[in-house]
């Protein structure tokens, strides 16, 4: 079944989102004010259409609440953000992705509950739109020969083994880098939990269900790797 999102705000990042996951075979529902940036991107996606999206009515009518997310990429007008963002909220949108150009929007979103916030200057069309397709990658680096380094939470059927028993070599052509784990720490008198590298990892090492896999490999070994474990 095709993934099916929306992106609200087509300026150059959130075009770039949408053209993307098109590109990935999903079904893309394009929305912005401006007639002129719809115009531009109608050809590339499944539907593109010229709205307010501060109008919960009109996003409602375009059945908005089907969708399997939605990035709201508007970039100039942080009300109209806002009010979107909440639109989604009130709308039970499964997960909104929501664009934060600086520190202060980042934390107003946060205080919204928002859990996914994007930052234009450290994400790229191309690495939102892996986020999007498989929500199990965190971060990813693409390499040349369609090769990439990715950090994945830890696929729930390995969780609890050891990383010789899953056989990434052998198996699913992937090496592991090494894993992210959390800890819980004692910081100014309260307990906290702190990520930490535990370095190169052995063959006895047991992964944990909130361990954060860092993998190379082929993108296609990669999917197959989470699709089979998830």
Do not use: C, W
Request: hydrophobic share 45%; net charge negative.
């Amino acid at each position: 079944m095709r993934h099916k999102f929306a992106v609200i705000g087509l300026g150059i990042f959130g075009n770039s989102i949408a053209r993307t996951l098109a590109e990935r075979g999903a079904e893309v529902l394009a929305i912005d004010y401006n007639e002129e940036y719809v115009e531009a991107i109608k050809e590339e996606v499944a539907y593109a259409v010229a709205l307010d999206a501060t109008d919960l009515r009109a996003l409602e009518a375009q059945n908005i609440q089907d969708m399997d997310a939605v990035v709201v990429a508007i970039g100039e007008n942080f009300e109209a953000l806002l009010i979107t963002t909440a639109n989604l909220q009130e709308l039970n949108i499964k997960r909104v992705i929501t664009r934060a150009s600086n520190k202060q929007q980042r934390r107003i979103l946060e205080k919204m509950g928002v859990q996914e916030i994007l930052s234009p200057e450290g994400e790229v069309g191309k690495t939102v739109a892996e986020r999007l397709l498989q929500p199990s990658i965190r971060t990813f680096l693409p390499l040349p020969d369609n090769y990439e380094i990715v950090e994945i939470n830890a696929p729930r059927n390995v969780a609890n083994r050891s990383i010789s028993k899953i056989s990434l070599r052998e198996k699913y052509n992937l090496n592991l880098i090494t894993i992210k784990r959390f800890f819980e720490e004692i910081q100014d008198g309260k307990p906290t939990q702190v990520e930490h590298i535990i370095g190169v990892p052995k063959a006895d090492t047991i992964i944990y269900p909130s361990d954060i896999l860092i993998l190379i490999g082929k993108k296609q070994d990669v999917k197959r790797f989470i699709d089979i474990n998830r």
